[in-house]
């Protein structure tokens, strides 16, 4: 099936099979691959066929698809891998450590002691500060 790619884009590749990749699940709408720079044994990306950049691009019925099959994925993953926990990690930008300009979520399943952190510092807003960005984003 013909989707709609960029031609300089490497996860369009991969979806559409022209570069070869480990691949765990396909459907119509995703692939979803093994990671070469795994975080943890069973890192995978979920690919969507269609390009697009990143969130902000998403079509709807892709947005709401991918949730379904990421919940798929993590129990697969959690039975086959017997990880102990799992992220879901979806970046948005350069800022955000996107590299990959398609939209990915990764899978990442998590082993007690594995070493690894997917962690931000937690900063101390006061009320007043918390009721303005509210106010923002509202
Ligand atoms: P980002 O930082 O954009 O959220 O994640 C990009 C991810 O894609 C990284 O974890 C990186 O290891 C992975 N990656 C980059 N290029 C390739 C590739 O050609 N094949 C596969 N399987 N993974 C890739
Ligand atoms: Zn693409």
């Given at each position: 099936m013909e989707y709609m790619k960029k031609e300089d884009c490497i996860f369009c590749k991969i979806a559409n099979g022209e570069i070869p990749s480990r691949t765990l699940y396909e459907d119509q709408l995703f692939r979803v691959i093994l990671d070469?720079?795994?975080?943890?044994?069973?890192h995978a990306l979920i690919l969507p066929?269609?390009?697009?950049?990143d969130l902000y691009e998403l079509p709807d019925e892709t947005a709401s698809a991918v949730l379904v099959l990421a919940k798929k994925m993590a129990l697969g993953m959690r039975e086959k891998?017997?990880?102990d926990g799992l992220n879901l990690v979806q970046n948005n930008g350069e800022v955000a450590?996107?590299?990959?300009?398609h939209f990915h979520v990764h899978l990442i399943p998590r082993y007690v002691?594995?070493?690894?952190k997917i962690n931000w510092t937690p900063t101390s807003p006061t009320s007043e500060e918390l009721d303005a960005v509210k106010e923002q984003i509202i």
């Open positions: 070469l720079g795994p975080a943890t044994k069973g066929k269609d390009h697009a950049a891998l017997h990880c450590g996107q590299t990959v300009r002691g594995d070493g690894q």
